[in-house]
């Protein structure tokens, strides 16, 4: 029986590891987000007095990314390792490419609007005479908010669809996730802070899976051992 606990316990670990990814990545992203927000206007033809002002706002949200990125490849990896044989490798290979595609679009756009505030903080005003300022912005627009959160919906739909056939979330959850990744993906002109759809409902699945990781855990030293 010690032994059966045991191998119980050392399998909890794996959700946990989970939920803890999901919530510092969640966390990462939306505190990045919400900093580029509130330091540059959503028009990406904006003047460029915001941009130069807040900048040390906007290098802070961007530095913050590389460690989102990094929660978020532990979460994948976790929750691949926690699905285990029952992963179907149609939507294994799409959950992991939509995933990697959306890390590797992110990062495109933050290194873009990096190199960009770089610029206009040594005081390279020739940006704005050639109109390369202009271009990196809607460029980086263009990025999170046609690609990036296509991908997203795309990780969404598979996440939810696995979650269905193994059951490692409730049901009503992996149904909000389809209704959420629907609006992603046919999300059309700027519908403000729409990105945050993606963090928020990670954080909801982590969430859930840490709780329900501690509840087992309760359950397992709850139960007497046999002699």
Do not use: C
Request: proline share 3%; no cysteine; net charge positive.
């Amino acid at each position: 029986m010690n032994q059966e606990a045991d191998s119980i316990r050392r399998g909890l670990t794996t959700p946990r590891a989970a939920a803890i990814a999901g919530i510092a990545f969640s966390l990462l992203l939306i505190a990045s987000m919400v900093l580029i927000r509130s330091a540059i206007p959503a028009d990406p033809l904006a003047a460029v007095t915001d941009v130069v002002r807040n900048s040390r706002k906007v290098s802070l949200a961007l530095n913050l990314l590389p460690f989102a990125g990094i929660a978020f490849l532990w979460f994948v990896g976790v929750l691949r390792d926690r699905i285990g044989a029952l992963e179907d490798r149609f939507f294994a290979t799409v959950f992991l490419g939509s995933a990697l595609l959306f890390l590797a679009t992110l990062f495109a756009a933050a290194s873009v609007a990096g190199g960009m505030v770089r610029l206009l903080i040594n005081g390279s005003q020739s940006l704005l005479g050639t109109g390369a300022y202009n271009l990196a912005r809607i460029q980086v627009y263009q990025a999170m908010h046609t690609y990036a959160i296509k991908m997203a919906g795309v990780f969404m739909i598979s996440t939810s669809t696995i979650s269905l056939r193994t059951g490692i979330v409730p049901r009503w959850m992996a149904f909000l996730g389809f209704a959420l990744a629907l609006l992603l993906l046919l999300a059309v002109g700027t519908i403000d802070l729409i990105l945050l759809v993606f963090p928020v409902w990670v954080l909801s699945i982590s969430i859930y899976i840490l709780i329900d990781n501690f509840r087992g855990m309760s359950g397992i030293t709850a139960t007497p051992t046999r002699k």
